[in-house]
């Protein structure tokens, strides 16, 4: 005699209203002159990424805090900084401050600036066994660094009860604080990139 299996519901939005939130976005950046087809790819997926906060706004209410990767500054200078790096990702942000949330300081210069040269000094290709390891040691070691700081700042400025929103690119490794509830933004499009850049290569 088979056994008939239980539905699996969908959770209720209401189990969700307190507590510490964080949604995550991808961070996609798309260079300068990118190809056509990645392009329409990328816009739409910020387009995706648009509707899918916008409806958990409506569940769950307002962004309270903002966190973005490579910006040590808050406020209106680093949302100026956000504007340089990507205008896709500043206008999900515009319209967030627009309604009353900040923009929190997620980054230090230092660790920032140490990580980013030592990531320069991978991409070089290093010939040497000795120097790739010390390199590579090093490399790992600020990125640890940047980590906690990046965790930290999230967990000092995120408030009880409050909801924020993350753009950072994935495979951070940042570990978040076990009491904040994770909502991870893929749409559809998310795929697409990733399978159009297996394609490239």
């Not at 190809?35 to 910020?46: C, G, R, S």
């Not at 319209?95 to 660790?111: F, H, M, Q, T």
Request: glycine share 6%; net charge negative.
């Amino acid at each position: 005699m088979t056994e008939k299996l239980g539905k699996i519901e969908k959770p209720e939005a209401k189990q969700f209203e307190s507590g510490r939130k964080l949604y995550f976005v991808p961070l996609i950046y798309c260079g300068v002159d990118p190809p056509t087809d990645f392009h329409e790819i990328y816009l739409k997926y910020w387009k995706q990424v648009e509707q899918h906060v916008g409806d958990m706004e409506l569940k769950l209410g307002n962004i309270d805090r903002i966190y973005h990767e490579l910006v040590p500054e808050g406020g209106n200078s680093g949302c100026e900084s956000i504007k340089e790096l990507s205008q896709e990702s500043y206008q999900i942000i515009k319209l967030r401050l627009d309604k009353g949330a900040s923009l929190e300081v997620l980054e230090n210069i230092e660790l920032l600036t140490e990580f980013m040269d030592w990531s320069k000094c991978l991409a070089a290709g290093l010939q040497n066994q000795q120097v790739f390891t010390t390199v590579y040691e090093s490399y790992n070691q600020s990125s640890k660094k940047r980590n906690q700081h990046i965790a930290g700042q999230i967990d000092t400025t995120l408030k009880a009860d409050e909801t924020a929103i993350l753009l950072m690119r994935e495979g951070h490794q940042v570990q978040f604080p076990q009491d904040i509830q994770i909502f991870y933004i893929s749409p559809p499009a998310l795929d697409e990139i990733k399978r159009w850049l297996r394609d490239q290569k």
